[in-house]
């Protein structure tokens, strides 16, 4: 009796650490990165910002290409339509076409101001990198989010130049996508909280149909981003990506 009794112990000991063992966090992060990073896309999106003075709503539509290529046209208010964005490498410029018919250039730590008075940076708004390329994580436990059973990581920055030097993530078990994020700056200090509130099934992968952000720096009831619809399988000419398509 007693032999059986230490074998069956042994049979859970070894059941739990062989075939139910927690992934690392650098696994968990590639499982995410397969989710989140295209080699190209073109999507249209709507981003709705809930403000101090009321709530906006503008549409655009963006084509991305690896890590440093996208370009983003806004379709909607009128007051903002024509307006344009190209990002190559870590130098952005911004298209304004009435009434200055400007191109202007951003870079530095400017790539880190809101987008039109809303909750995304231009960073949020063009990123496309590996969260593996950028993170060392660390798996701190589990926790419910929405009734999602999640991992909980702790991600530190293995780069120097780069706008979350931390971030606290919940990631889905199932669907390895971040539910919930806390991003800091180097010091400690809380910049920005995301929330995935509703995903679809892009191919074989998950992704985000709408998120949430929240600038802890503004005032403001945060900016909800809504992916309308996305297309993995577009040609995109090179001639999209350069400063001559932003006045055409």
């Known amino acids: ?16 650490t062989i075939y139910g063992q927690i992934p690392s966090g650098a696994e968990i992060l590639k499982l995410v990165d397969k989710n989140l990073v295209f080699d190209k896309a073109e999507t249209v999106t709507t981003m709705i910002i809930h403000g101090r003075s009321g709530t906006r709503t503008i549409k655009s539509k963006n084509w991305i290409e690896g890590k440093d290529k996208a370009f983003v046209e ?7 339509q024509g307006k344009k964005m190209l990002k190559l490498g870590d130098q952005l410029w911004n298209y304004i076409p009435e009434p200055t018919d400007r191109i202007i250039t951003i870079s530095g730590h400017l790539l880190r101001q809101s987008v039109m008075g809303s909750d995304l940076s231009y960073e949020d708004i063009t990123e496309n990198k590996k969260l593996l ?10 926790e419910k989010i929405n009734g999602r059973d999640c991992y909980v990581l702790d991600l530190t ?3 120097d130049d780069i706008n979350y030097y931390s971030r606290k993530v919940w990631v889905d078990k199932e669907r390895w996508l971040p539910l919930k994020e806390e991003r800091y ?5 809380p910049l920005k ?4 509130l509703e995903v679809f099934r892009v191919e074989n992968r998950w992704y985000p149909k709408r998120i949430l952000y929240h600038d802890l720096l503004q005032t403001g009831d945060g900016t909800e981003y809504i992916i309308e619809s996305i297309n993995t399988h577009v040609n995109i ?6 400063k001559a398509a932003l006045k055409k």
């Open 193 to 196: 909280l995301t929330e995935i």
């Open 237 to 242: 000419p090179e001639s999209q990506f350069t």
């Open 1 to 16: 009796m007693k032999r059986t009794l230490i074998l069956f112990v042994l049979n859970i000991f070894f059941g739990i």
């Open 157 to 159: 920055a293995k780069i």
């Open 74 to 80: 806004y379709t909607d208010p009128p007051r903002e």
């Open 185 to 189: 700056a180097k010091g400690g200090k």
């Open 133 to 142: 390329d950028m993170y060392n994580a660390k798996v701190t436990g589990s």
